[in-house]
């Protein structure tokens, strides 16, 4: 037996079978869960994975919980929770975020038909404060790289 057919078992095992990917799905949530108590960018990973992998979609076990306002949640609290690693710093495109997020709201405010702006203006807010969060838990290369492999992982598990 080679590699190439131990991988190709593998492969047929992960996507054949919605329990093991469940498995899968639920060792990356308690791996990094306890990882990002002590870096918070794992928390980050997490909910830029979830949103990625999208497990909701497929899997049994996660069909019917808000797995990414969880893992948004998640964030929060483990920014609070880490709240002397966090390092601010203010960039020039923050502040361009910050006036588009601020002329968005004020746009929801008065716009004729609040059916079409709210959708939108809530996807907006909820995007500032992941940007937010994930401007305060990169500090290091380390936490870059940490950042950038598990992003790029998760657009390899999409089947």
């Known amino acids: 037996m080679g590699f190439n057919t131990l991988l190709s078992l593998l492969g047929a095992v992960t996507l054949e079978q919605p329990w093991f990917m ?5 060792l990356f949530y308690i ?5 990002s108590l002590t870096r918070p960018v794992a928390a980050i990973v997490m909910y830029f994975g979830t949103v990625i992998m999208n497990p909701q979609n497929s899997y049994p ?8 306002k969880t893992m948004a949640i998640w964030c929060i609290i483990i920014s609070l929770l880490n709240f002397s690693k966090l390092h601010f710093r203010f960039h ?17 405010l008065y716009s004729l038909s609040s059916l079409l702006s709210e ?7 909820k995007t500032f404060i992941m940007m937010f969060i ?17 992003i790029t992982g998760s657009f390899f598990t999409i089947s």
């Open 22 to 26: 469940t498995i899968l799905f639920s």
């Open 61 to 68: 076990v996660f069909m019917d919980l808000p797995v990414a």
């Open 31 to 35: 791996v990094l869960g306890l990882l």
């Open 92 to 108: 020039f495109i923050m502040f361009l975020v910050l006036i588009f997020i601020f002329t968005a709201n004020i746009s929801d």
């Open 119 to 125: 959708k939108r203006t809530e996807e907006f807010n």
């Open 134 to 150: 994930t401007v305060l838990a990169v500090n290091t290369r380390r936490d870059y790289d940490f950042l950038f492999w598990g």
